[in-house]
Nanobody, 124 residues
């Protein structure tokens, strides 16, 4: 079971980035997928989550209206489109998979699988 995150980088405030998380190794229909992040010197925090079928999603208040989580069935991938980026979005971003029995609500624990993390840096 592997989650491979990619797409991080350095961007100016107001810019956009797209993160991708490719899942491999097993069927993830029993899991909700999520993105979390850990800003420098802070604890890990929830960003967004989506059901594997894509019919429902959740967002942290801090990213609502700016970030969009989506999935690509053909590529077994979950994406995070980040627009209007702010310096406070700077963090290491992780994708993770949580059993759907735990619900789609925002959470920083309960995830069975994690990607390796990708750095997003937003300059002012």
């Amino acid at each position: 079971v592997q989650l491979q995150a990619s797409g991080g980088g350095l961007v100016q405030a107001g810019g956009s980035l797209r993160l991708s998380c490719e899942a491999s190794g097993r069927t993830f229909s029993r899991y909700y997928m999520a993105w979390l992040r850990q800003p420098p010197g802070k604890e890990r925090e929830f960003v967004a989550s989506i059901t594997w079928s894509g019919e429902s999603s959740r967002y942290a208040d801090s990213v609502k209206g700016r970030f969009t989580i989506s999935r690509d069935d053909a590529k077994n991938t979950v994406n995070l489109r980040m627009n209007s980026l702010k310096p406070e979005d700077t963090a290491v971003y992780y994708c993770a998979a949580k059993p759907r029995t735990l619900g789609i609500g925002p959470a920083t624990s309960g995830y069975d699988y994690w990607g390796q993390g990708t750095q997003v840096t937003v300059s002012s």
